[in-house]
């Protein structure tokens, strides 16, 4: 089946949610066929290039959607990638060709805890998972941000624990979240794990998670969401090659 093919949507509304995240609020008559209940869900936002190159694809995450209209949550950073760089610089009214979306990547919700984990790139759809989850849930939620200032008020039921990791420069080493989620209590009974970060963060989340703590696939998702160094569509050849050659 054909890819449907990109929506023009609106700039509605910008918002600086932390220091280093802004929210671009989107809408407009291209969210009429936009589907119901998307929250989490990855689209794909495309930018002109000069000349006749290849439009730009990047990836983002449905913070929230209500009628007619979505949130997009960006992490800026003092040196803005084309991404981060238009949602520094655009203003209500200006209009953006957004595609998918994509299908949502939720917790296994038949669980007796749950671990979420990621970086700021993942908050959004961290966010959402939390507040999915039952009133009754358990477990633990690492996060890791570039400041204190970063830390959002979060919606999560009373016995989930927010870990908040403050991280402000790159790690090449993949180590921070690891070695902060080995510091945790490991509960009782079968996990339901989420994680998504760093490219090798990632790897070594799942080689823990897959062989220290044997979590069985039916209950682990674990993705990266960039990778340093690398442009989006490098990123997607190394993702193609690691889930090749992973176990």
Excluded: C
Excluded at 39 to 45: G, P, Q
Excluded at 47 to 54: A, D, H, K, L, S
Excluded at 214 to 219: G, S
């Amino acid at each position: 089946m054909a890819r449907p093919e990109p929506r023009e949507l609106t700039v509605l509304k910008t918002d600086d949610v932390t220091p280093h995240m802004r929210r671009i609020t989107l809408g407009g008559e291209g969210m009429a066929s936009f589907p119901a209940d998307q929250a989490s869900a990855y689209i794909k936002l495309v930018f002109p290039t000069e000349g006749e190159g290849r439009p730009l694809m990047r990836t983002y995450t449905v913070r929230h959607h209500r009628e007619f209209e979505i949130d997009v949550d960006f992490v800026v950073h003092d040196t803005a990638g084309p991404a981060s760089q238009w949602a520094l610089e655009t203003q209500p009214g200006d209009r953006i060709l957004v595609g998918g979306p994509g299908p949502r990547k939720l917790l296994n919700p038949d669980a007796d805890w749950f671990l979420i984990a990621g970086d700021m790139t993942a908050l959004p759809a961290i966010s959402v998972n939390l507040a999915l989850l039952p009133g009754d849930a358990r477990g633990y939620a690492v996060i890791e941000v570039l400041d204190r200032s970063d830390i959002q008020a979060l919606v999560k039921p009373d016995n989930v624990e927010l870990v908040w990791v403050i991280n402000p420069e790159p790690d090449p080493s993949g180590q921070v979240l690891l070695e902060r989620i080995t510091q945790l209590d490991w509960l009782a009974g079968q996990p339901a794990v989420w994680a998504a970060t760093e490219f090798q963060s990632m790897r070594k989340l799942r080689a823990y998670f897959k062989q220290d703590r044997q979590v069985p696939k039916t209950h682990l998702y674990v993705s990266s969401y960039w990778k340093m160094g690398n442009s989006e569509d490098q990123h997607k050849v190394a993702k193609r090659q690691d889930a090749d050659t992973a176990e």
